[in-house]
Nanobody, 122 residues
Framework: HVQLVESGGGSVQTGGSLRLSCTSS????????LGWFRQSPGNVCELLSD???????HYHDSVKGRFTLSRDNAKTTVYLQMNSLRSEDTGVYYC?????????????????WGQGTQVTVS
């Protein structure tokens, strides 16, 4: 079965940095996307960044210039380097995986999620 395991969350002061990791396994997609999402208190879960099967990376406007997504060569682990953290970045961060809609294009919603990791910025 599909598994995603996130790690690296924690508490940090405003302006600080954290690096999240997510390892995926168990899926058999030939072409797939990995993404990072955030669920903040009182808000809907939002896509922060994703990477296509071709390695193209997209960012939500709220994290552009501050967060960096990267992926290992095996394409099973994805990282999210978060710098210049703000209080509004507080939330539970999830990683997701799903099949590409077509080559180079990620779905708008992902079908598989990890358990999430808490990030608190104060």
């Amino acid at each position: 079965h599909v598994q995603l395991v996130e790690s690296g969350g924690g508490s940090v002061q405003t302006g600080g940095s954290l690096r999240l990791s997510c390892t995926s396994s168990g899926h058999t997609y030939g072409l797939y996307c990995l993404g990072w999402f955030r669920q903040s208190p009182g808000n809907v879960c939002e896509l922060l960044s994703d990477i296509t099967d071709r390695g193209n990376i997209h960012y939500h406007d709220s994290v552009k210039g501050r967060f960096t997504l990267s992926r290992d060569n095996a394409k099973t682990t994805v990282y999210l380097q978060m710098n210049s953290l703000r209080s509004e970045d507080t939330g539970v961060y999830y990683c997701g995986v799903d099949a590409s809609v077509e080559v180079g294009r990620c779905p708008s919603k992902f079908g598989y999620w990890g358990q999430g990791t808490q990030v608190t910025v104060s």
